[in-house]
């Protein structure tokens, strides 16, 4: 059932953030913007120090949100983002099953930090925007774990930047966790409904 007054857009093809919103009450339509995320984080690198990881999130889950609110005059539209951190490093979704079985070898035994970014657009005007981080805490697992979880995940890994579902077997690689459990999933969601219930789109 849902509980909005109004309905939203969601500028992503993510079936995690979409489930969220739902599940929360929200009536929202999803639309992925299409840009090439790979292409703009390389151009934001220009060759040289960028912007840092967690601005990385920011700008994308902006760029989606503007995109998808020139498809939907007077909709207001919900872009999100999630980069993964390590030592300053950026982490992005891996682009193979090999890929992402070396970054988890690279993030055992470390804390490394995911950034979620939720950013609100209408008409092309920025309403709102927030970026949250959380600290993640990987145990010092063997390779030959890594193997047996990079066969039984398969191309699950490749839905997030972290190769981990939190939900899933994911839960298993960690020994700390600091943050917020939606932050975590990719959707700042408690400050977007207090954000939403601002904007009249759900009941105070």
């Known amino acids: 059932m849902s509980l909005s007054l ?3 857009v969601l500028a992503s093809s993510s079936r995690t953030r979409l489930d969220m919103l739902r599940a929360a009450g929200l009536n929202v339509e999803a639309v992925p913007s299409g840009l090439n995320e790979a292409a703009m984080i390389a151009g934001m690198s220009g060759g040289g120090d960028g912007p840092s ?4 999130a920011t700008v994308l889950a902006e760029a989606k949100a503007q995109t998808v609110s020139e498809m939907r005059a007077g909709s207001i539209v919900i ?3 999630q980069t993964l951190e390590l030592d300053g490093e950026l982490f992005t979704k891996p682009d193979s099953v090999e890929q992402a079985r070396r970054n988890l ?3 055992r035994g470390k804390s490394h930090f995911l950034h979620s970014a939720v950013t609100l657009v209408r008409d092309g005007e920025t309403l709102w925007s927030l970026t949250d ?3 993640m805490t990987m145990r010092d697992f063997t390779p030959e774990f890594v193997g047996h979880y990079s066969a039984a995940e398969g191309e699950t890994m490749l839905d997030s930047v972290g190769c981990y579902r939190l939900e899933g077997p ?13 932050t975590i999933l990719g959707l700042p969601l408690l ?7 601002e904007l009249g789109v759900l009941e105070t």
């Open 105 to 107: 070898l690279k993030l």
């Open 53 to 56: 990881p967690a601005d990385v």
């Open 6 to 8: 109004g309905s939203v």
């Open 191 to 197: 400050p977007l409904l207090a954000r939403l219930r």
């Open 79 to 81: 872009g999100a983002d």
């Open 170 to 182: 994911g839960v298993q690689l960690f020994d700390k966790i600091d943050g917020d459990w939606f």
């Open 133 to 135: 981080s959380a600290m």
